[in-house]
């Protein structure tokens, strides 16, 4: 019987370095996954972790009013100092203002927020969308100097409200300790609408993410029901979009929580957290304190997320 000769495949030519990188990496996709990550986690580990723990570190330090040194004794001095009554007075007035800015900006944005998804079409959308973003295009520092002209007495928003029969109202606020002042750039009112014009884009765009995914035959079906539009509204849309509302308030409490600009350039003296520190680090030299006047907004800041995770703030990010 006669054999027949098979013919002899091709040798596979050699993998070069990538490819063998490529099968290797496709073979083990842990190796994939830790050179992908893994300068990013170096960077957030020894940058940003590693100075929180430095600045947590820092605050347990002693500093010496005479010699005006920092020494590595540890103590719990400067955190006993956060509950004087001038520093105490610092804390619950920023946290005043945080939260002033945060309901006030929920108020104004979630109407805007729900016109831009539920009415706007074609070129209004992007017209809103344009309007929403285009203050955040601009330098901050600018803004915040801006006002201080568009607040002064001869500028434009003491015009407006003289010529709309405002005025006896502003004076009558102004009146008040809490909000008054001699104008209202020297005011804590000028302060407050100067911190909601610079946060409330960060308002507007989680509530428009979120109203985004209300079903829209939800709406339709309570109307069937005979539901009104207030009802439909505080038993449908609101339940819905409120994970929107606190995805939004992490950003404007927060930011306002340590802002130290906007502080110094509108309104009164009075010292916020992040000027506090701005004080303390700069022309005192108290670094000590003012790691402990940071740890502060940071516990805050992490007790919030806490509880605005647990309200599904994360899933209208």
Same mark, same amino acid.
């Not at 020494?71 to 007075?89: I, K, M, V």
């Not at 610079?198 to 029901?225: K, T």
């Not at 700069?282 to 000590?288: D, E, L």
């Given at each position: ?11 596979a030519?050699?993998?070069? #370095?990538?490819?063998?990188l490529?099968?290797?990496?496709? @073979? &083990?996709?842990? $190796?994939?996954?830790g ?5 990013p ?24 009013d ?5 020494? @590595? ?9 956060? #509950?004087?009554?001038?520093? /105490?007075?610092?804390? $619950? @007035?920023?946290?005043? !203002? ?17 016109? !831009?998804?539920?009415?706007? @079409? ?20 600018v803004?915040? =100097? ?11 928003v003491?015009?407006?409200?003289? &010529?709309l ?7 009558? #606020? ?13 005011? &804590?009112l ?11 884009p /960060? ?6 993410a ?8 939800? !709406? ?14 505080? &038993? ?9 509302v606190?995805?939004g ?8 929580l ?5 502080p ?16 303390m ?6 670094m ?9 907004p ?5 007790? =919030? ?13």
């Amino acid at each position: 019987m006669m054999s027949i000769a098979l013919p002899i495949p091709p040798a596979a030519p050699a993998l070069g #370095l990538w490819q063998r990188l490529g099968v290797t990496l496709y @073979r &083990h996709p842990g $190796l994939q996954l830790g050179l992908l990550l893994g300068l990013p986690l170096l960077w957030f580990l020894v940058v940003y972790i590693g100075s929180l723990a430095t600045l947590l570190v820092q605050s347990f330090f002693t500093f010496d009013d005479f010699t005006m040194e920092v020494s @590595r004794e540890l103590t719990l001095a400067n955190y006993q100092q956060l #509950l004087q009554p001038a520093n /105490f007075d610092v804390v $619950l @007035r920023t946290l005043s !203002m945080a939260s002033a800015v945060t309901l006030a900006s929920a108020v104004l944005a979630f109407p805007l927020a729900y016109y !831009m998804v539920r009415y706007a @079409r074609g070129w209004k959308k992007g017209f809103f969308y344009v309007a929403v973003m285009l203050p955040m295009w601009a330098s901050y520092i600018v803004k915040v =100097y801006a006002w201080t002209v568009l607040l002064a007495k001869d500028g434009i928003v003491y015009w407006a409200y003289q &010529h709309l029969g405002l005025g006896g109202v502003v004076d009558w #606020l102004m009146t008040i300790p809490l909000l008054g002042g001699n104008s209202l750039t020297t005011s &804590h009112l000028g302060r407050f609408a100067v911190f909601t014009y610079i946060w409330l884009p /960060f308002m507007i765009l989680p509530i428009q993410a979120a109203l985004e995914r209300v079903p829209l035959g939800l !709406m339709q079906a309570s109307s069937d029901l005979g539901a009104s539009g207030a009802q439909t509204f505080r &038993h449908v849309i609101l339940p819905l979009a409120f994970p929107g509302v606190v995805a939004g308030s992490i950003f404007t409490f927060s930011l306002t929580l340590g802002d130290y600009i906007i502080p110094q350039i509108i309104g009164p003296s009075g010292l916020f957290i992040g000027s506090m520190v701005y004080t303390m680090q700069g022309s005192i030299g108290n670094m000590p304190l003012a790691a402990a006047f940071t740890v502060v907004p940071v516990v805050i800041i992490a007790l =919030y997320l806490t509880g605005a995770r647990k309200l599904g703030a994360f899933d209208a990010l």
